[in-house]
């Protein structure tokens, strides 16, 4: 099955570039290009890719706001497709605001073509785009934002339960390695589970925390302690 992949970038060279790297790549197909973040929007519900690279800065609508409107108001038919964020700089504030825009992840504009293919790839699959190393970063700084950048689950009542209550035990161990920044493989690995059933997991928990992605379930984790005595794995 080939993905198909829609560019958004303000420059025709960097656009021309990534098309050049993605058609050479078996099983991935660039199927057009937009110049800036309404016609990204546009031709996303025209064209329908699997993913979207994301340029997070263009003139007129940005890549935060186009990545929202089609996370959140896609048509359909089947999911809006995955949208992986370009940046230049790996603490963009902008990015943040995208993650949280919905946004499956984010990808430096100096990765590797083989990072790029990978990042593609995992994106269409559902996985994370994101390195351990940068997952950390992104926790620490997403939370130093302000609250009208941040998930907000809502905040229960002394009486109430906490949103972690409403997972099991095994899916509260996922969460947690999922906070550390670990691919699905990895935490199949951890938990001696399969690559599958982790995926499985994952989106089970996104779903009843009523949460976009990884990296909100991230910082939820963060926000209700369950890293407090949890030791980070060494970076990356």
């Known amino acids: 099955m080939t993905v198909r992949v829609l560019l958004a970038d303000d420059q025709e060279i960097v656009r021309t570039a990534l098309r050049l790297v993605i058609d050479r790549r078996e099983g991935l197909s660039v199927i057009g290009e937009a110049s800036d973040g309404e016609q990204a929007t546009a031709l996303a519900t025209e064209l329908q890719p699997d993913v979207v690279l994301m340029d997070v ?7 935060v706001e186009a990545t929202r409107r089609i996370t959140t108001t896609w048509p359909g038919p089947g999911q809006a497709p995955r949208i992986v964020v370009l940046t230049t700089f790996d603490l963009d504030e902008y990015v943040h605001a995208a993650l949280h825009a919905g946004a499956s992840g984010f ?7 083989d990072q790029l293919a990978h990042a593609i790839r995992a994106a269409a699959d559902g996985e994370p785009v994101l390195a351990p190393s940068v997952t950390r970063r992104l926790i620490s700084t997403v939370t130093a934002l302000p ?7 809502p905040t229960p009542s002394p009486d109430e339960r906490s949103p972690t209550d409403l997972l099991t035990e095994r899916e509260l161990q996922v969460l947690v390695l999922v906070a550390q920044g ?3 493989a990895r935490i199949a690995s951890a938990l001696d589970l399969t690559e599958a059933n982790v995926k499985s997991r994952v989106n089970r928990i996104l779903t009843r925390l009523g949460l976009d992605n ?10 209700t302690g369950l890293l407090a005595t949890t030791r980070m794995p060494p970076e990356t």
């Not at 990884?214 to 926000?223: E, I, P, S, Y």
Request: net charge positive; hydrophobic share 40%.
């Open 107 to 113: 990808l430096l504009k100096n990765s590797t073509p």
């Open 147 to 153: 609250p009208a950048l941040l998930p907000s689950p």
């Open 57 to 63: 800065r263009m003139p007129g609508m940005t890549g």
């Open 214 to 223: 990884r990296v909100q379930a991230a910082v939820l984790a963060h926000r």
């Open 182 to 184: 670990l691919s699905n």
